[in-house]
């Protein structure tokens, strides 16, 4: 079975950094593009980034793009979120999930791309 666990969220001030983590078993992960998600109450999971399993290809949600980064360490089945510069619109609960077919080997940004999740970590970010 397939789990995914996050780590790492806390309460942090505005122009803070913060890391993330997800570690995923269950099975290998060979070929899976790994992102990121957030969620506020009351609407809907948004993207935030993603990689593919070659580490070749990011992609970032337009309000991080230049404060997080997304990385993974294959052999540990690990991959982070580094994230700076952070502003209290960051606040969410934070999702890592797997895409494990990737079509064409393209990042998905959608939510109906991936198929497992974890149980999220929540961030809050204070003026």
Partial sequence: QVQLV?????????GDS?????AASGRTF??????WF???TGKEREFVAAITWSRDSTYYADPVRGRFTISRDNA???VYLQ???LKPEDT???????DRNPTFGVIGARRADYDYWGQGTQVTVSS
């Fill in 18 to 22: 913060l890391r993330l983590s997800c």
């Fill in 92 to 98: 969410a609960v934070y999702y890592c999930a797997a």
């Fill in 30 to 35: 060979s070929g899976y593009v790994m992102g």
């Fill in 38 to 40: 957030r969620e506020v």
């Fill in 83 to 85: 994230m700076n510069s």
């Fill in 6 to 14: 996050e780590r790492g969220g806390g309460l942090v001030q505005a």
């Fill in 76 to 78: 540990k089945n690990t």
